[in-house]
């Protein structure tokens, strides 16, 4: 909770100046996968909010063998 809320902070300076440059609505959407694939409690009302459908199991895997593969790139 506290890392989303540092994104929101951070990323809030950054919407309102696209609002501002090209006046369009904008929105922080906090989509973050730990390495390990575990996702924050409000991770679903954010992937709601998207256009499309996400399976949650699939981004979780994809973070995993992410963190595999990076790590496994150091290893060599």
Do not use: C
Not at 1 to 6: D, S
């Amino acid at each position: 909770m506290k890392k989303e809320a540092e994104n929101i902070l951070k990323y809030g300076e950054v919407t309102t100046d696209i609002q501002n440059l090209w006046n369009v609505k904008t929105e922080v959407i906090q989509l973050m996968t730990g390495t390990t694939g575990s996702v924050s409690e409000s991770f679903t009302k954010y992937l709601s909010s998207m256009p499309g459908k996400q399976d949650i199991k699939e981004l979780q895997k994809t973070a995993i063998l992410r963190t595999a593969h990076a790590i496994w790139k150091v290893m060599i």
